[in-house]
């Protein structure tokens, strides 16, 4: 069965810092990551997907993550942050477990932005 | 387009009543995923329906929880007896098809006093 951790709760970075937010996944294939931003009283938007191909994908908002293998990581990187980011994030991991696929999410990491 | 649409938005039942959870995909979307959310963690896996079967039910806690999605579109969470422990935002999720990303609810807070 696929799973994953995001080892950092909360962040706190200043703004036009720049941001990295971690995650491991374990799945014995190849997974299918994505990365979700929920915003207070929202539900979980998609910022970005990686299901082959260039481990350095481009998301919404100037988000990017790269897949690394060797890790077992997709960490989420954003150059300057902005207040707006404020936010929970969370990573997931897609696959096939038992001949049924489901998204299995990490517990998230909450981002808090100085101004 | 329309997005996932969770009704209510909010409720608060009393210890032991039964509760219906409503989704509404978004249209062609053949998979629906339950999650439930409880504070300060990430969404846990309830139930998946490809089409008007659950192809996964794993994630239900127990018994009290039974979903149906009867013509492949709107789906139906419904919690028997329900308990203060089943307190939390519970959200609906569709996708175009399997392996494509989840678009999700604003979800259905619950509180069981």
């Known amino acids: 069965a696929q799973s994953v951790t995001q080892p950092d709760i909360h962040i706190t970075v200043s703004e036009g810092a720049s941001l990295e937010l971690r995650c491991n996944y374990s799945?014995?294939?190849?997974?299918?990551l994505f990365w979700y931003v929920q915003s207070p009283g929202q539900g979980l938007q998609l910022l970005l997907k990686?299901?082959?191909?260039?481990?350095l994908v481009q998301g919404i908002k100037g988000f990017e993550a790269e897949f690394k293998r060797s890790q077992s990581s997709f960490n989420l990187r954003k150059p300057s942050v902005h207040w707006s980011d404020a936010a929970e994030y969370f990573c997931?991991?897609?696959?096939?477990?038992?001949?049924?696929?489901?998204?299995?999410f990490g517990t998230g990491t909450r981002l808090k932005v100085l101004a | 387009g329309a997005g996932v649409s969770q009704t209510p938005s909010n409720k608060v039942t009393e210890k032991g009543k039964y509760v219906e959870l409503r989704c509404d995909p978004i249209?062609?979307?053949?998979?629906l995923y339950w999650y439930r959310q409880s504070l300060g963690q990430g969404p846990e896996f309830l139930i998946y329906?490809?089409?008007?079967?659950?192809?996964?039910d794993s994630g239900l806690p127990n018994d009290r929880f039974f979903a149906v999605r009867p013509e492949g579109s709107v789906s139906t969470l419904k919690i028997q007896r329900t308990e203060r422990g089943d307190s939390a935002v519970y959200l609906c999720?569709?996708?175009?098809?399997?392996?494509?990303?989840?678009?999700f609810g604003n979800g259905t807070r619950l509180t069981v006093t």
């Open positions: 999720a569709s996708s175009l098809a399997i392996r494509s990303p989840l678009h």
């Open positions: 799945y014995g294939a190849t997974p299918y």
């Open positions: 990686y299901f082959s191909g260039d481990t």
């Open positions: 329906f490809q089409g008007t079967g659950a192809a996964d």
């Open positions: 249209s062609g979307h053949t998979a």
């Open positions: 997931a991991v897609g696959g096939d477990t038992s001949g049924t696929y489901k998204y299995i």
